[in-house]
């Protein structure tokens, strides 16, 4: 079965700065990818995700996440972070067959001013 | 898209008392239903997955049970909660056509004393 691993449990970054969350998966075919991103209290929303194609996939809130098969990597990313994006983001794989989604352990984002 | 209601938002309840966590989808026709768990610092652990009426996959042993009486119904039980049935519990769609993207729920926050 698939898995997902997020090695950093929690990120602190200044407002302004640059931001990249990693994210590494274990799948044996072509894996669907997905960021989601978690307020405190609530559920989950999809920031982006890939399924084919171009490997740098665009998503909302300016973020972008690059697919690295050779790295098994699938990592988001932003240029200039902003205090609304303290959150949780979680990483996700998923297969079109088992219709079953894996998550990592997610990384908490702390933003300071 | 799709609107995923959940209640109720918050429970306390005591050890060996029973569970209902209630979930209905809107927006859409035989969706994928998925019940997962969130602990503090945890992640999501999927608990169930439904492809269609009383069709449903448990994926780890436990000591909760979900149905699916309706198309756009899935509900998550327990006999006789345990300390350790406390967390974060996320319902979660997706559409039958497998765009493999989740649509979250609010969550219900179960608290077990």
């Known amino acids: 079965a698939q898995s997902v691993t997020q090695p950093d449990i929690h990120i602190t970054v200044s407002e302004g700065a640059s931001l990249e969350l990693r994210c590494n998966y274990s799948?044996?075919?072509?894996?669907?990818l997905f960021w989601y991103v978690q307020s405190p209290g609530q559920g989950l929303q999809l920031l982006l995700k890939?399924?084919?194609?171009?490997?740098l996939v665009q998503g909302i809130k300016g973020f972008e996440a690059e697919f690295k098969r050779s790295q098994s990597s699938f990592n988001l990313r932003k240029p200039s972070v902003h205090w609304s994006d303290a959150a949780e983001y979680f990483c996700?794989?998923?297969?079109?067959?088992?219709?079953?989604?894996?998550f990592g352990a997610g990384t908490r984002l702390t933003v300071k001013p | 898209s799709q609107t995923i209601h959940q209640w109720p938002a918050t429970l306390v309840q005591p050890v060996g008392s029973p569970l209902s966590l209630e979930c209905t989808v809107e927006?859409?026709?035989?969706?994928?239903l998925y019940w997962y768990r969130q602990a503090a610092g945890r992640g999501l652990q999927l608990l169930f997955y439904s492809i269609g009426i009383d069709q449903i996959s448990s994926e780890v042993p436990q000591n909760l049970s979900a149905s699916r009486p309706q198309d756009r119904q899935f509900i998550l039980s327990s006999k006789k909660l345990l300390l350790s049935d406390s967390g974060f519990y996320l319902c979660a769609s997706s559409p039958r056509t497998n765009t493999g993207e989740l649509f979250f729920g609010e969550g219900s926050r179960l608290t077990v004393l």
């Open positions: 996700a794989v998923a297969s079109w067959k088992n219709n079953d989604m894996r």
């Open positions: 890939y399924f084919s194609g171009d490997t």
């Open positions: 799948y044996g075919a072509t894996p669907y």
């Open positions: 927006g859409t026709s035989n969706p994928n």
